[in-house]
């Protein structure tokens, strides 16, 4: 099965992300947390997005489409693939179904956390206490569900139609949430 979380900065994606990996012994694709190594490791693409990240604006397309491939095509990861934070924009969607095309796979799930802005606001002030994440600060914070609300909404407006998507209340609790997905995915 291959799903994809999606849902603005803090609506629970990587959480519900782990938990389904777990479950399904799957495989979890990040890049978020791609783009973060690549920084920590400090290489070119990291010193390239390092301040399109701290400032909470996307990442080039490009940049981030490059970093997917190879994950699509890795045969250990075949069919066990959850997306956090991919895609994000409707040209990372329509770059995803072609990837997925090539390599003989197909999207099974589509998640929509529909998340409230004032439990995103609590949410990652918490998550800035405990991960210490730079761009967890607040005005990031509305910066970066502003940018949520302006590209990613495309993206919602391009899958919301599609018989895999599904959209979850993602203001409830984290293992209420978890159980609504584990139901639809009948596991
Ligand atoms: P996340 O961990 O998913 O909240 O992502 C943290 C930051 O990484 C975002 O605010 C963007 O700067 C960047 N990023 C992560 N995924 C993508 C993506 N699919 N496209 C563009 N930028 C991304």
Redesign the pocket.
Known sequence: MNIIIFGP?GAG??TQAKNLVEKLKSFQV???????DEIKKDTEIGKK?IN??NE??????EI?NKLLEKIIFDKEKKNKLIF??????VN?AKNLENLLNKSNQKLDFIFFLNVKKETIIKRIEKRKILENRS?DESNTILK?YD?YMDKTKPVLDYYSSKKEFHEIDGNLQINQISEKMLGILNV
Do not use: A, C, N
């Open positions: 900065p994606k990587g990040s890049t978020g947390d791609m783009l973060r997005i399109h990240m909470g604006k996307f990442v080039e397309d981030v956090d934070g991919y895609p994000r924009t990372q761009d970066r940018i």
